[in-house]
């Protein structure tokens, strides 16, 4: 609008200035008395130069103003030189008119079309911009994606490095706190199996204080009962939960997911913000991807510890084992060799035991044993190591005790084994247990004579009628 309203002005001013020109030329003639015909050429030449400014009209504004700005050009013109000059320049007015007028059209046609390929120029622009912007987005995400690629690569390797179960629980926390740089908390709670609630395991947060939700809260029981996924973008307006309770810090949006094993929960692994609808669905996939490491690597620590526990604990009694308990006299030999410290050692048989197993069965034996290894951990005390040596025999290691303390402690567990009887079939049945003593190092001083003395012994004990404590 602007620039049609200057072009129609420059049109004006041009017309407006040859119209001064025409009236200067009569009133120089008048002044300085011209020659007539000369007086007539000039002013034709300058109503033939009317024609550009008419023409400019034309082409520079609309023909509902161009047109009556040439017929009162012309009626001026006709009034102002009553003798006949203005008939050719008037011709060439309405010449110059048409001409005008065509050129008009033809550019206003112009216009259009380069109107329409500018629009179209502008649009194709902005869907390159568009998908410039798109490409970049995209290159932004791909990189994230890659660096969480990279980094799950290396919370696997963390995860494969160690069986420890508190090791691995530290890894969960923390490369899960790395790998979600907008979270502001991560807490790891695993499942008690016999109260069946959560407990809190690891947390790792940003700022704030401690978490008071030591067993989880509405959203963690949630994940417990259900056994989903779940992401709330605002936990304080969101249908599915009731807040009552008040929140930890960094809890304003979380994501959060269930550990499991063997089709069982055996724990939730929680991020929160503290910024609303922070994380979104591709968060969530990639904690189901983590939460799926995590349960894996802390099953792999469970067997790791059950396969441990196999090892050194016997199946049926879950005393130590024969090769640990040899270790640990071993270690304990040398130990009292460099300090003098006392320690003995009671090697335990039970009395007539293959006959017990053919009268009464061998669950019958078992059950046997399982008696006499609670009675012998209701007398040892929580640094001694008792062991199921092998069959129906037993050691106990009795550290910082010398053989008079062993002997009453032996003299004790005999008795008790006599006098708790054992019920089969209705029947009470009698089990007696006969047992040798060594000393170190007042007697012996390596685990191996320690051994083959405490054996003798016991050995001894039997030959004089079994159910009898041997310390001589």
């Known amino acids: 609008m602007g620039h049609a309203k200057l072009k129609t002005s420059i049109s004006v001013a041009s017309l407006f200035t040859w119209i001064f020109l025409l009236f200067l030329v009569k009133y120089l003639k008048t002044t300085f008395n011209l020659d007539e015909l000369r007086f007539q050429e000039t002013i034709r030449i300058l109503l033939l130069y009317f024609n550009i400014p008419i023409l ?3 082409l ?3 023909a509902a103003f161009a047109f009556p700005a040439t017929l009162l050009t012309s009626l001026f013109i006709a009034i102002s030189f009553k003798n006949g000059i203005f008939i050719f320049p008037v011709i060439s007015f309405t010449v110059t008119s048409f001409v005008g007028y065509r050129l008009n059209a033809s550019l206003a046609v112009e216009k259009k079309r380069l109107e329409v390929d500018m629009e179209k120029s502008y649009m194709e622009f902005n869907v390159l911009k568009d998908a410039i912007v798109s490409a970049e987005k995209d290159n932004l995400r791909m990189r994230d994606s890659l660096k969480k690629i990279t980094y799950l690569k290396n919370v696997i390797e963390d995860y494969g490095q160690t069986l420890s179960e508190e090791e691995i629980l530290d890894s969960i926390t923390k490369d899960t706190f790395e ?9 790891l709670y695993l499942v008690d199996t016999e109260k069946q609630e959560l407990a809190l395991a690891r947390s790792k947060k940003k700022t704030g204080g401690a978490v008071k939700a030591k067993k989880g809260d509405i959203f963690d029981r949630w994940i417990l009962k259900h056994r989903m996924p779940l992401l709330v973008g605002d936990t304080q307006n969101d249908f599915r939960f009731s807040v009552k309770e008040k929140l930890d810090e960094g809890s304003a949006s979380i994501i959060s997911m269930p550990l499991t094993s063997e089709q069982k929960i055996i724990g939730v692994l929680r991020i929160g913000s503290a910024v609303r609808r922070k994380f979104t669905q591709s968060d969530l996939r990639l904690l189901n991807i983590v939460a799926d490491l995590s349960s894996i690597s802390l099953q792999n620590a469970a067997l790791y510890k059950k396969v441990q526990n ?6 049926l009694t879950g005393l130590y084992v024969h090769n640990y308990f040899v270790e640990r006299l071993t270690q304990e030999s040398k130990r009292s060799e460099q300090s003098g410290k006392d320690f003995s050692v009671l090697t335990l048989d039970l009395d007539h035991f293959k006959a017990y197993n053919d009268a009464y069965g061998h669950n019958a034996g078992d059950l046997a044993l399982k008696r006499v290894s609670s009675i012998l951990e209701s007398f040892a005390r929580p640094d001694d190591i008792l062991c199921r040596y092998g069959g129906e025999e037993f050691a106990l290691l009795l ?3 010398k053989k008079d303390a062993a002997y009453e402690i032996a003299e004790n567990i005999r008795k008790k084994v006599n006098q708790t009887p054992l019920v089969l079939r209705q029947e009470k049945t009698k089990i007696t247990v006969s047992i040798g003593i060594a000393a170190c190092p007042s007697e012996k001083k390596t685990h191996e004579e320690l051994l083959t003395l405490a054996d003798s012994r016991l050995y001894r004990a039997k030959q004089k009628g079994r159910n009898r404590v041997c310390a001589k």
Not at 179 to 187: G, I, K, M, N, W
């Open 310 to 315: 196999l090892a050194l604990h016997d199946g």
């Open 399 to 401: 550290l910082d005790s």
């Open 56 to 58: 400019f009209i034309w």
């Open 60 to 62: 520079l504004s609309s």
């Open 179 to 187: 790998l979600f740089s907008e979270a502001d908390r991560v807490l």
